[in-house]
């Protein structure tokens, strides 16, 4: 599908409008932002430790005077890299493994489906806690958390799809073409079922920015004195009661965030139902 | 006794689960990169001091036994004893069960008493302002971190105008109540997001329903129609979404325990880790998932009561 | 003939938004004299669910607007009634049953509640006056077995046992008029006539009036007295059942009743050409005409105003003064 195609069925989605613009705003704040603003996240300054958001330190200093904004902005780089990986790894894992899960069928069926409802079983905060806090906290160990634990909601969704995609006609004729299973799965059946699965990634994405900011606040996470979201909200707890902008502002990027992949996700929502 | 016959039926069935949660959570640490004796004593111990360890927990016997002596030590009712508490955890886990529990169930009430108000306001203003209102009112919700909001609401309510405590779990059952409300509030913010759009479609859907029709040809005011038709069915449909969504209130706890100071299994899971202690580790994500799955069939049994058409003899 | 239960006048009903208003029930006027059984009788689409709905303004979720026209019951108009005052007239002096017996009853409560419900929305009773009479209803309406089934969930119940229910939620409080929308569509052909039958026998012990609504010309024949026939939202014929069937007169009513099978005959059958118009952009004229066989010019220019046949016995077309 080329790019003029795709902006047309965007315009049929007013959530994917403002999304789209929301994350181009988002990207471009944080990866471009750094080269107009004056501060360096890391740079302490005594003097002007603690201060209230003016018009040099638009979002206020913190308790080593170094620049929110600037942190802000630095820990959006970090968090935002990080769960992009951490979402789209599970992606690839779980939707390949749902998929062939619900192609092969039979015996492997049944025992991806068990391995499944164990994993289901425990709760997404309690494994990765676990797994990122023995291994110890890096950034690679993150990735390889959230992609043993998130993997099975994608299987999830793409086996249902691909369960029911493996009786419909395409399947039949490109069997009867002599098409080998691989390419079957791969080429034809994937592309069509996937949709549901980019849907979810959406609100995975929210999932993984409050998962990779919890084990930040725990200590878990990106360690001082890189600035991460989580990191600078738990940092910022011991000055709530002076300086509550330090923590304030980072939340509130969490949240902007947020709410801009909730458009993104309600957009692909509107088109999936759109099509013919 | 038919309710008991699919209790029992319902509890069978968890055995495979149960024991598959043994295995993930026995191979949490044993396939890992190092092995526990190593990460156990990290730096501080000597060669001697790592063969004596393995030794002493049985790592140098062939994996499978490990198991089955990791088994065991489970069914004896306990996990090995804690490194930083020196206790069995076993004791400390029941010990500290309670408080998480507590803050579940709290948790859950006010998130129903959230949900079935707001849900019910949305559905009936479909495609309104009110409804639009609420919606946005979640997307933000659910996009809030957790430890942020307790954060701020703490600041506010606890610090400022001082009606909350700030952390801690108090003492006697109203002082506890105390303790737990703020951190409840905010476990049941994040999960009424996801209950409310469940409850909304469940109550348009009703809504549209031909008993519906029905009962308003018989004269019944709009009110009656709610509480007494609309309601009940929608409401059943309740009970097995948050049945879903159990993991996610108990995931909840992690985090809030530790920022409020309550000594549940949350805290005790982040405080472990921390101190490395692997036993107490192993322990607790094995009676997390345990409770994740029991009131999951909990759940079941309780809807196959409340649904008049589910037939509870097979 | 003695005043009329129902005295329906030029009745217009639409539906939808501002960008997309359909007039679904155009210009209907008919009677329903006492302890008359009506029927109203068109293709699925045509408006007379309706028609019915507009009655006591009981529209499922839809936009719907009574625009013009009145509502008379005995004598009162309920057009202009406020949403209160129908909802003492609902169950009690017309009540209105609906076409799908299985998902006409609530699932979660026991049906002799959902009988008692009415009776103790209109009527005051004591605390155990109901469940007695909701057993002398469930015997009235022939379910068998009354006091071991009052506690029985509407599952637990087959569709023509449940649509027995609905008619007994329907008559337990006697009322004038009762609208019966297509209630032997969802069932089986023997059970139909179980249905129609006990509304038959009903009407003959309480004197209820009825609005029998069907796309089956032969429930028509069965169980109706005098029948009006629909089309594309606007009445095309009224008239006894024997003068319709004797002497059908607007050309839809005779192709309807030509597209009959008959048995013993051998003939092709012979369906009406074309299909029923948009009601978004009607046709010009008569509605029909685009499908109708005796059609001339003045047809697509002209509504055809409603012309007496035979006493009692109307049809709106240009052609009803040729005859048969």
Same mark, same amino acid.
């Given at each position: 599908?080329?790019?003029?195609?795709?902006l047309?069925?965007?315009?049929?989605? !007013?959530?994917?409008?403002?999304?789209?613009?929301?994350?181009?705003?988002?990207?471009?704040v944080?990866?471009?932002?750094?080269?107009?603003?004056?501060?360096?996240?890391?740079? =302490?300054?005594?003097?002007?430790?603690?201060? #209230?958001?003016?018009?040099?330190?638009? @979002?206020?200093?913190?308790n080593?005077?170094?620049?929110?904004?600037?942190?802000?902005?630095?820990?959006g780089?970090i968090d935002?890299?990080?769960?992009?990986?951490?979402?789209?790894?599970?992606?690839a894992?779980?939707?390949?493994?749902?998929?062939?899960?619900?192609?092969?069928?039979?015996?492997?069926?049944? $025992?991806?489906?068990?391995?499944?409802?164990?994993?289901?079983? @425990?709760?997404f905060?309690?494994?990765?806690?676990a797994?990122?806090?023995?291994?110890?906290?890096?950034?690679?160990?993150?990735?390889?958390?959230?992609?043993?634990?998130?993997?099975?909601?994608?299987?999830? $969704?793409?086996?249902?799809e691909?369960?029911?995609?493996r009786?419909?006609?395409?399947?039949?004729?490109?069997?009867?073409?002599?098409?080998?299973?691989?390419?079957?799965?791969l080429?034809?059946?994937? +592309?069509?079922?996937?949709?549901?699965?980019?849907?979810?990634?959406?609100s995975?994405?929210?999932?993984?920015?409050?998962?990779?900011?919890?084990?930040g606040?725990?200590?878990?996470?990106?360690?001082?004195?890189?600035?991460?979201?989580?990191?600078?909200?738990?940092?910022?707890?011991?000055f709530?009661?002076?300086?509550?902008?330090?923590?304030?502002? !980072?939340?509130?990027?969490?949240?902007?965030?947020?709410?801009?992949?909730?458009?993104?996700?309600?957009?692909?929502?509107?088109?999936?139902?759109?099509?013919? | 006794?038919?309710?008991? %016959?699919?209790?029992?039926?319902?509890?069978?069935?968890?055995?495979?689960?149960?024991?598959g949660?043994?295995?993930?959570?026995?191979?949490?640490?044993?396939?890992?990169?190092? *092995?526990?004796?190593?990460?156990?004593?990290?730096?501080?111990?000597?060669?001697?001091?790592?063969?004596?360890?393995?030794?002493?927990?049985g790592?140098?016997?062939?994996?499978?036994? /490990?198991?089955?002596?990791?088994?065991?030590?489970?069914?004896?009712?306990?996990?090995?004893?804690? =490194?930083?508490y020196? /206790? #069995?955890?076993?004791?400390?886990?029941?010990?500290?069960?309670?408080?998480?529990?507590?803050?579940?169930?709290?948790?859950?009430?006010?998130?129903?008493?959230?949900?079935v108000?707001?849900?019910? $306001?949305?559905?009936?203003?479909?495609?309104?302002?009110?409804d639009?209102?609420?919606?946005?009112?979640?997307?933000?919700?659910?996009?809030?971190?957790?430890?942020?909001?307790?954060?701020?609401?703490?600041?506010?309510?606890?610090?400022?105008?001082? $009606? @909350?405590?700030?952390?801690?779990?108090?003492?006697?059952?109203?002082?506890?109540?105390?303790?737990?409300?703020?951190?409840?509030?905010? =476990?049941?913010?994040?999960?009424?997001a996801?209950t409310?759009?469940?409850? %909304?479609?469940?109550?348009?859907?009703?809504?549209?329903?031909?008993?519906?029709?029905?009962?308003?040809?018989?004269?019944?005011?709009?009110?009656?129609?709610?509480?007494?038709h609309i309601?009940?069915?929608?409401l059943?449909?309740?009970i097995?979404?948050?049945?879903?969504?159990?993991?996610?209130?108990?995931?909840?706890?992690?985090?809030?325990?530790?920022?409020?100071?309550?000594?549940?299994?949350?805290?005790?899971?982040?405080s472990?880790?921390?101190?490395?202690?692997?036993?107490?580790?192993?322990?607790?994500?094995?009676?997390?998932?345990?409770?994740?799955?029991?009131?999951?069939?909990?759940? *079941?049994?309780?809807?196959?009561?409340?649904?008049?058409?589910?037939?509870?003899?097979? | 003939?003695s005043?009329?239960?129902?005295?329906?006048r030029?009745?217009?009903?639409?539906?939808?938004?501002?960008?997309?208003?359909?007039?679904?029930?155009?210009?209907?006027?008919?009677?329903?004299?006492?302890?008359?059984?009506f029927g109203?009788?068109?293709?699925?689409?045509?408006?007379?669910?309706?028609?019915?709905?507009?009655?006591?303004?009981?529209? &499922?979720?839809?936009?719907a607007?009574?625009?013009?026209?009145q509502?008379? @019951?005995?004598?009162? *108009?309920?057009a202009?009634?406020?949403?209160?005052?129908?909802?003492?007239? %609902?169950? &009690?002096?017309?009540?209105?049953?609906?076409? *799908?017996?299985?998902?006409?009853?609530?699932?979660?409560?026991?049906?002799?509640?959902?009988?008692?419900?009415?009776?103790?929305?209109?009527?005051?009773?004591? %605390?155990?006056? +109901?469940?007695?009479?909701?057993?002398?209803l469930?015997?009235?309406?022939?379910? +068998?077995?009354?006091?071991?089934r009052?506690?029985?969930?509407?599952?637990?119940?087959?569709?023509?046992?449940?649509?027995?229910v609905?008619? &007994?939620?329907?008559?337990?409080?006697?009322?004038?008029?009762?609208?019966?929308d297509?209630?032997?569509?969802?069932?089986?052909?023997?059970? /139909?006539?179980? =249905?129609?039958?006990?509304?038959?026998?009903?009407?003959?012990?309480?004197?209820t009036?009825?609005?029998?609504?069907?796309?089956?010309?032969?429930?028509?024949?069965?169980s109706?007295?005098?029948?009006?026939?629909?089309?594309?939202?606007?009445?095309?014929?009224?008239?006894?059942?024997?003068?319709?069937?004797?002497? !059908?007169?607007?050309?839809?009513?005779?192709a309807?009743?030509?597209a009959?099978?008959?048995?013993?005959?051998?003939?092709?059958?012979?369906?009406?050409?074309?299909?029923?118009?948009?009601?978004?952009? #009607?046709?010009?004229?008569?509605?029909?005409?685009?499908?109708?066989?005796?059609?001339?010019? &003045?047809?697509?220019?002209?509504?055809?105003?409603?012309?007496?046949?035979?006493?009692?016995?109307?049809?709106?077309?240009?052609?009803?003064?040729?005859?048969?």
């Open positions: 599908m080329n790019i003029r195609e795709t047309a069925r965007m315009r049929g989605s !007013p959530s994917l409008q403002a999304g789209a613009a929301c994350l181009a705003a988002l990207l471009l944080v990866f471009i932002g750094p080269y107009f603003c004056p501060f360096d996240p890391d740079a =302490i300054d005594f003097s002007v430790a603690m201060a #209230p958001p003016d018009g040099t330190h638009w @979002f206020g200093t913190d080593l005077g170094r620049d929110v904004l600037a942190r802000v902005f630095a820990a780089r935002l890299q990080i769960a992009a990986v951490c979402v789209a790894l599970p992606f894992v779980g939707s390949t493994i749902g998929a062939v899960s619900a192609y092969v069928g039979g015996v492997v069926d049944a $025992i991806v489906m068990r391995i499944v409802d164990v994993v289901w079983a @425990f709760p905060y309690v494994l990765v806690i797994i990122v806090g023995s291994l110890g906290p890096s950034i690679g160990n993150m990735y390889l958390a959230f992609t043993l634990v998130v993997w099975i909601s994608f299987a999830r $969704i793409v086996r249902g691909v369960l029911v995609a009786r419909l006609e395409y399947v039949q004729a490109a069997r009867v073409l002599g098409f080998g299973h691989g390419r079957i799965v080429r034809h059946i994937l +592309p069509n079922v996937i949709a549901p699965a980019m849907v979810f990634a959406m995975d994405v929210i999932l993984t920015i409050l998962g990779v900011t919890s084990l606040f725990l200590g878990l996470g990106i360690q001082p004195p890189q600035a991460e979201w989580g990191l600078m909200i738990s940092e910022g707890r011991n709530i009661f002076d300086a509550p902008w330090i923590s304030l502002f !980072p939340g509130l990027a969490i949240i902007y965030v947020g709410i801009t992949f909730t458009l993104i996700g309600d957009g692909l929502d509107d088109l999936m139902r759109a099509k013919p | 006794m038919e309710v008991l %016959r699919f209790s029992l039926i319902r509890l069978l069935q968890l055995v495979p689960v149960l024991i949660i043994t295995i993930v959570s026995f191979l949490l640490l044993r396939v890992l990169p190092g *092995d526990p004796a190593t990460l156990i004593l990290g730096n501080r111990g000597s060669a001697e001091d790592i063969a004596r360890l393995k030794a002493q927990l790592l140098d016997a062939p994996l499978w036994r /490990q198991y089955l002596s990791f088994l065991a030590d489970i069914l004896h009712g306990g996990f090995g004893r804690s =490194i930083a020196r /206790q #069995p955890v076993g004791a400390l886990i029941l010990d500290r069960m309670w408080a998480t529990l507590a803050l579940v169930g709290l948790s859950t009430v006010i998130a129903l008493a959230i949900t108000p707001l849900a019910t $306001i949305a559905a009936l203003n479909k495609d309104r302002p009110a639009l209102l609420i919606k946005a009112f979640f997307v933000v919700a659910m996009s809030m971190p957790s430890f942020w909001l307790a954060t701020l609401l703490v600041l506010l309510v606890s610090l400022h105008w001082q $009606i @909350f405590p700030v952390s801690g779990y108090g003492s006697g059952f109203f002082d506890r109540l105390h303790h737990l409300l703020l951190p409840a509030i905010v =476990i049941a913010l994040a999960t009424a996801l409310t759009r469940t409850l %909304r479609s469940s109550i348009i859907a009703v809504t549209r329903a031909d008993f519906i029709d029905t009962a308003r040809a018989k004269g019944l005011c709009g009110r009656s129609v709610l509480l007494r309601l009940p069915n929608s059943i449909s309740m097995s979404v948050f049945g879903v969504h159990t993991s996610w209130i108990i995931g909840g706890t992690v985090v809030i325990e530790s920022v409020f100071g309550i000594p549940g299994l949350g805290y005790l899971l982040v472990s880790i921390s101190a490395r202690d692997y036993p107490m580790v192993q322990g607790l994500t094995v009676t997390f998932a345990i409770l994740v799955v029991a009131i999951n069939a909990l759940t *079941d049994i309780a809807y196959a009561i409340a649904d008049p058409r589910v037939q509870l003899s097979s | 003939m005043a009329p239960v129902l005295d329906i030029h009745l217009r009903t639409s539906f939808g938004g501002a960008k997309a208003r359909v007039a679904a029930v155009d210009d209907v006027s008919f009677q329903i004299g006492r302890g008359e059984i109203l009788v068109g293709e699925s689409g045509c408006g007379k669910s309706a028609t019915c709905r507009s009655i006591i303004r009981l529209f &499922a979720g839809a936009r607007t009574i625009e013009s026209g509502i008379l @019951f005995e004598g009162r *108009d309920l202009p009634l406020r949403e209160a005052e129908l909802t003492d007239i %609902r169950g &009690a002096a017309i009540s209105m049953i609906f076409q *799908d017996p299985m998902t006409a009853l609530n699932p979660t409560m026991k049906i002799g509640q959902q009988i008692a419900e009415v009776l103790k929305r209109h009527q005051a009773l004591s %605390r155990s006056a +109901p469940r007695a009479r909701v057993l002398e469930l015997a009235e309406v022939g379910v +068998p077995n009354p006091a071991g009052i506690d029985s969930y509407p599952h637990e119940f087959s569709g023509g046992m449940r649509q027995r609905l008619i &007994a939620i329907a008559l337990a409080c006697r009322p004038k008029l009762l609208i019966a297509e209630p032997t569509t969802a069932l089986d052909v023997t059970v /139909q006539d179980q =249905i129609l039958k006990l509304i038959l026998r009903l009407r003959r012990e309480i004197g009036s009825v609005l029998l609504v069907t796309h089956d010309l032969g429930v028509v024949a069965q109706c007295d005098r029948v009006a026939v629909m089309y594309a939202g606007r009445i095309v014929e009224t008239g006894t059942v024997r003068q319709l069937f004797a002497r !059908p007169s607007h050309p839809y009513t005779r309807l009743i030509a009959l099978p008959s048995t013993g005959s051998r003939r092709p059958l012979t369906p009406i050409g074309g299909a029923p118009p948009s009601l978004t952009a #009607p046709p010009t004229g008569c509605r029909f005409h685009p499908r109708c066989a005796v059609a001339f010019e &003045a047809c697509a220019q002209v509504l055809p105003p409603a012309v007496a046949v035979e006493d009692g016995h109307s049809s709106a077309c240009l052609r009803a003064a040729d005859g048969p």
